[in-house]
């Protein structure tokens, strides 16, 4: 097994043997819940598809904020609890280190998010939607946790705690959803980069109402790239330090 | 075939403060070393370099004939290292851990069981396989730190204080499971425990503010520092005259009162522990109650000492 596929393991049984893994878990389960039957069921009546789509965006929120919790830990904990040392003395890249880090995450969120299908199965026994817009929605929320989760990863390879490590990526994360209100009181071409940037205003409302667009696909994939990417660089520059 | 290690101007900034500067040392293969420094001297920064964790700023670094800056990662195949704090993950047990220890560091997944029994049974951790890290005591957290060091057969194992914290029990068997790796693997190990150090190590490397002041054996750092070891005599009667008595034999040179009450006098004199006969012989010659030779005590403590005793620079 690569060296990835072993961090990734390890880390992921260490997140379903910790009690924060299920109280996170628990958190967006209740909190989705509730949301979902307070506003997408709620009030006046609605197209199946409406309530779905408004499913996705409140599910987006939870799993943005869960992203956050998730990776907090991934870097930043091993480096109070000095077992990084374990990993930056063997014979394994930074970069496999990240990744397994990220892919145990990751694999928690699809875990939790997969676990909301409930709702949705709801709304397909009692009203009528698409398979196409149910599939379009989840994988939005993948891409969006994915790309959060790489922020969280990055913000946990700069901090030296977990709780700095969660203030660090919430800043990154917020900074990159408030370009959409930033582009709304900006002029072009200041306004096309704050668009282009936006995390979740202009990249995941196609996927919340079921609309799959590869300049989506993309961006969440760019960020992910690029957050992973400095977390590396962070890493190495550990080494020098 | 090259020394295991071979440190030429080792240097090693933290900002402008250079925590280790222009190191210079070899070890040779199959010898236990010892490191030993004062804490700030600046052994973990060497160990931390030697064990590729951290990156050198200066100087030039090979283990194995192999360059650690050009290729870290196939040195870190061949290390063994065990930093201050043992790297264990609380919620796993140790069989556990100790597997996924052994493939990080490149043994097949098949082989690894049979690699992690062989590591317990070196370090005397096989009962506690099944149990929770969390859960063990701090004797069985060094044993098991030890344990995930070797457990990929290194050429080379690094031992940042691996007796840190323990009690003397504890310590004896610490000191039992590295005399049972000595001539397996070539062993670098840093300590407080000057007693250890002596007891476990065939060289001493001696670091004082970020520099080697001074390295050879135990034997050979007394004779380099004047004193040639220290004898302990303990005598019934006044000490003056047990001085004057030991000094008649060639090659004793001062003597230093321990400790004198009730009659009894503990006596540190200079010279070699070979001259105890000689001495002993002296003393009750001159009519003095010889109650206990022995070789000094104290020696290596008072070598260190000596050695960093300088100012700080």
């Known amino acids: ?241 | 075939m090259p020394s295991m290690i071979e440190v030429k101007g080792l240097t090693k900034y933290y900002g402008e403060h250079a925590a280790i500067h222009d190191l210079n040392f070899a070890i040779d293969r199959g010898e236990v070393i010892g490191f030993l420094g004062l804490n700030g001297a600046g052994k973990t920064t060497t160990l931390k370099v030697l064990g590729c964790v951290l990156l050198p700023t200066a100087g030039q670094v090979t283990v194995d004939g192999i360059d650690i800056a050009r290729d870290p990662h196939e040195i870190r195949r061949r290390i063994g290292f065990l930093p201050d704090t043992p790297p264990l993950y609380s919620d796993m047990t140790v069989g556990r851990y100790l597997t996924f220890a052994a493939e990080l560091r490149g043994v097949p997944g098949a082989e690894a069981g049979k690699a992690v029994a062989e590591a317990e049974e070196k370090t005397a951790t096989r009962e506690v396989d099944g149990e929770l890290i969390s859960s063990l005591s701090h004797g069985y957290r060094q044993r098991v730190g030890v344990a995930q060091a070797l457990v990929h057969k290194p050429k080379l194992l690094i031992l940042d204080e691996p007796t840190s914290g323990l009690d003397p029990v504890q310590i004896v068997e610490m000191r039992q499971t590295i005399h049972l790796l000595k001539g397996e693997h070539t062993i670098l190990l840093s300590s407080h425990i000057l007693s250890e150090i002596s007891q476990t190590c065939d060289r001493l490397l001696v670091i004082q503010h970020g520099e080697i002041v001074a390295q050879g054996s135990e034997q050979e750092l007394a004779s380099s520092l004047g004193g040639g070891g220290t004898i302990e005599v303990e005598v019934a009667g006044p000490s003056a005259r047990a001085i004057e008595a030991a000094r008649t034999v060639a090659g004793i040179g001062e003597g230093t009162v321990l400790r004198e009450g009730d009659g009894i006098a503990l006596i540190s004199l200079q010279g070699a522990p070979d001259l105890r006969p000689k001495v002993a012989r002296a003393l009750v010659q001159n009519g003095i109650d010889l109650l206990r030779i022995d070789r000094g005590a104290a020696r290596l403590e008072s070598i260190f000492l000596k050695l960093t005793a300088g100012p700080p620079q």
């Not at chain 1, 997140?15 to 506003?39: C, D, E, H, P, Q």
């Not at chain 1, 939870?62 to 000095?82: D, H, N």
């Open chain 1, 1 to 241: 097994m690569s060296a990835t596929l072993l961090i990734a393991r390890r880390e992921l049984g260490a997140y379903l043997r910790s009690m924060t893994g299920y109280v996170i878990a628990a958190a967006v389960l209740i909190i989705n819940g509730l949301l979902f039957n307070a506003f997408a069921l709620g009030g006046p009546d609605k197209l199946s598809a409406e309530v779905l789509s408004l499913f996705f965006y409140f599910s987006s929120g939870t799993t943005i904020i869960a992203s956050v919790f998730i990776s907090m830990r991934l870097l930043a904990e091993e480096r109070q609890t000095g077992t990084l040392v374990l990993l930056t003395s063997s014979p394994v890249h930074d970069w496999e280190i990240v990744l397994g880090k990220f892919l145990s995450a990751f694999a928690f969120l699809a875990i939790i998010t997969l676990a909301t299908v409930y709702m949705p199965a709801l709304i397909f026994v009692n009203g009528k939607i698409s398979f196409g817009h149910l599939v379009a929605g989840y994988l939005g929320l993948l891409l969006l946790g994915s790309a959060t989760l790489a922020i969280g990863t990055f913000g946990s390879a700069l901090a030296r705690t977990q709780v700095l490590a969660a203030i660090f990526s919430g800043c990154m994360v917020v900074a990159l959803i408030v370009c959409w209100l930033l582009a709304k009181v900006t002029e072009r071409p200041l306004q096309d980069v704050f668009v282009s940037m936006a995390l979740h205003g202009k990249h995941f409302p196609p996927f919340q109402s079921g609309t799959v667009h590869l300049r989506d696909v993309v961006y969440y994939l760019m960020v992910t790239y690029i957050a992973l990417f400095s977390a590396t660089r962070v890493m190495e520059a550990r080494r020098w330090r």
